[in-house]
């Protein structure tokens, strides 16, 4: 906006002088220009023209005066046209989030749901975690949902052309069930959220060539693509973005992305662990520990010590 109004400042004077210098005025150049007022008076004119409120008075049989009263004119009827362009670019492009350059591949059960962390303790098949944040500080996002999907080529089995191909896919939702999408109902300024996608195979090396039973090997142009969706509180517009991944490309890492320390008593910019946002941890990745056993507990019976107070732990005599 700064820019436009600038420039049509800047063309409003060039259009004033031009005026006063093709005036036919008994009066000298430097008498015409010693008028302050007049010159002054003369942009404002022009620059009211230029913006499309009010319009040039050309001299009779002046033919420059005739172009730069056209030439205002139409510069007034294109720039509110132009304004509004800038005004509505600026306000559905709106890109809130940054997003982690790389998305990390780490074993399930690093993932941040404790339930289904256990449920894959000792598992060696892996997760996709996307990572991103709200970098500004003057919009609330709210309502914010994320959904993931592939898309691949393959040959088609009839003429061996390549055809495009999506899958949807599952994320984890706030429980750390396989789901549709992830929600969440507001957006923190700078907090980091993280999307969780889970492969259900081993990746041993990258790329990796199968994600939720589909089989890659035969595909080619392989990218994976998550996208935001969410309102924002005050506009009342919906923002989007997305963020493809490459699978052939350096766009995944294996390990476990660097934590944020939340505290609330700090800026989100001073969290412990925020400078190294876009890092991995530096411990190598190692396959977790398979889960200990389930022992079942004992049966006692009431006011016994332990399993059987009997002599010899010779069962209770029980009745048909």
């Known amino acids: 906006m700064g820019m436009t109004l600038g420039f049509l400042l ?8 031009v005026w006063t210098l093709a005036e036919d005025s008994p009066q000298s150049v430097a008498e015409r220009f010693g008028d302050v007022e007049g010159v002054v008076g003369t942009v404002l004119e022009a620059l009211r023209a230029c913006v499309g409120t009010d319009n040039l008075s050309p001299q009779d049989g002046n033919l420059v005066h005739q172009g730069l009263a056209t030439m205002a004119s139409v510069t007034g009827a294109l720039a509110p046209a132009v304004v509004l362009g800038i005004v509505l670019i600026k306000l559905f492009a709106l890109r809130p989030f940054v997003w982690r350059r790389r998305a990390s591949i780490s074993y399930a059960s690093t993932a941040d749901f404790p339930d289904y962390a ?53 994320v984890l939702d706030e429980k750390g069930e396989p789901a549709d999408e992830r929600s969440w109902l507001a957006v923190e300024r ?103 056993p389930r022992v079942p507990a004992p049966l006692t019976r009431p006011g016994s010590s332990g399993p059987d107070s009997r002599p010899g732990g010779t069962p209770p005599p029980r009745s048909a």
Do not use: M
């Open 10 to 17: 800047v063309l409003a004077c060039l259009i004033a002088t």
């Open 190 to 292: 700078g907090a980091p959220f993280t999307v969780w996608i889970p492969v259900e195979a081993a990746v041993p090396t990258l790329p990796f060539r199968e994600i939720q039973g589909k089989d890659l090997t035969a595909s080619v142009g392989v990218k994976l693509l998550v996208r935001l969706t969410a309102r924002t509180v005050g506009l009342g517009t919906e923002v989007a973005d997305e963020r493809w991944f490459d699978l052939d490309a350096d766009d995944f890492e294996r390990g476990r992305f660097v934590p944020l320390q939340a505290d609330s008593a700090v800026d989100v910019w001073r969290w412990e662990g925020w400078a190294r946002f876009d890092e991995l941890l530096d411990e190598p990745e190692a396959v977790p520990p398979p889960a200990p």
């Open 118 to 170: 256990a449920r894959h303790a000792g598992s060696d098949k892996a997760i996709i975690a996307v990572r991103f944040y709200n970098h500004l500080d003057n919009l609330t996002v709210v309502d914010l949902r994320a959904r993931a999907h592939l898309r691949y080529l393959e040959r088609s089995p009839h003429d061996g052309s390549l055809v495009i191909y999506k899958k949807w896919l599952k």
